[in-house]
């Protein structure tokens, strides 16, 4: 069974650019969610989607924003990127709401670096 | 903001010994996870316990809840060198919309 699959794995971008990250959840996952990790915050919620539609999203300003697709795969879209956008963002996907409890499997995430 | 605080922040051991992480959370939970993750890359989903639960197994690892003082351990019993990563707690409540709050970890060294 494929993992979680996230891409690009790496990229660079400059001030001011806006990043589009895709992420392909485990077949079967309809439930996909996305963190920031940055050493000086951790690990932060960014937002989740089921079925097509948001539902929740966490403390970011409207820069950032995503979509999920119809076959599950979603994207998240950052603009305008400033230098502190510079993270590694994590998808995961999870069983949600079959499982009972919401446990993630992880891709390897995308390392974005702003210049 | 972060729910779950790990400690200690780092910690270093011999291959054979264990180790033994905590996490204190603030708020009600309906479970806490662990993860684990190796140099920057994905987590790894270790172990759940719910909030009725006091203590699970699996392997070498050992988790505890104590939900009155609002706090867990994990206990990974005889280290490997493979052990080495950092591990992370995680809290799933019934008012936070699907997210897990991530504490900020415990970096493990075990070495040979």
């Known amino acids: 069974k494929a993992g979680v699959t996230q891409t690009p794995r790496y990229l660079i971008k400059t001030r001011g650019q806006q990043v589009t990250l895709s992420c392909s959840p485990i077949s079967g996952h309809r439930s996909v969610s996305w963190y920031q990790q940055t050493p000086g915050q951790g690990l932060q919620f960014l937002f989740e989607y089921f079925s097509e539609t948001q539902r929740n999203k966490g403390n970011f300003p409207g820069r950032f924003s995503g979509r999920q697709f119809s076959n599950s795969r979603s994207e998240m879209n950052v603009s305008t990127l400033e230098l502190g956008d510079s993270a590694l963002y994590l998808c995961?996907?999870?069983?949600?709401?079959?499982?009972?409890?919401?446990?993630?499997?992880f891709g390897a995430g995308s390392r974005l670096t702003v210049l | 903001s972060q729910q779950g605080e790990e400690d200690p922040q780092a910690l270093s051991i011999q291959e054979g010994e264990n180790a033994t992480m905590n996490c204190s959370y603030k708020t009600s939970i309906n479970n806490l996870q662990w993860y684990r993750q190796n140099s920057g890359r994905g987590l790894v989903h270790l172990i759940l316990?719910?909030?009725?639960?006091r203590e699970k197994h699996s392997g070498r690892l050992r988790v505890t809840l104590d939900t009155s003082k609002k706090s867990s351990s994990l206990l990974i019993t005889a280290s490997r060198a493979a052990d080495t990563a950092s591990y992370f707690c995680a809290t799933e409540s019934a008012n936070s919309g699907y997210a897990l709050n991530f504490g900020k970890g415990t970096s493990l060294l075990v070495t040979p």
């Open positions: 316990i719910r909030s009725n639960e």
């Open positions: 995961a996907s999870s069983l949600l709401p079959a499982a009972g409890a919401n446990v993630l499997t």
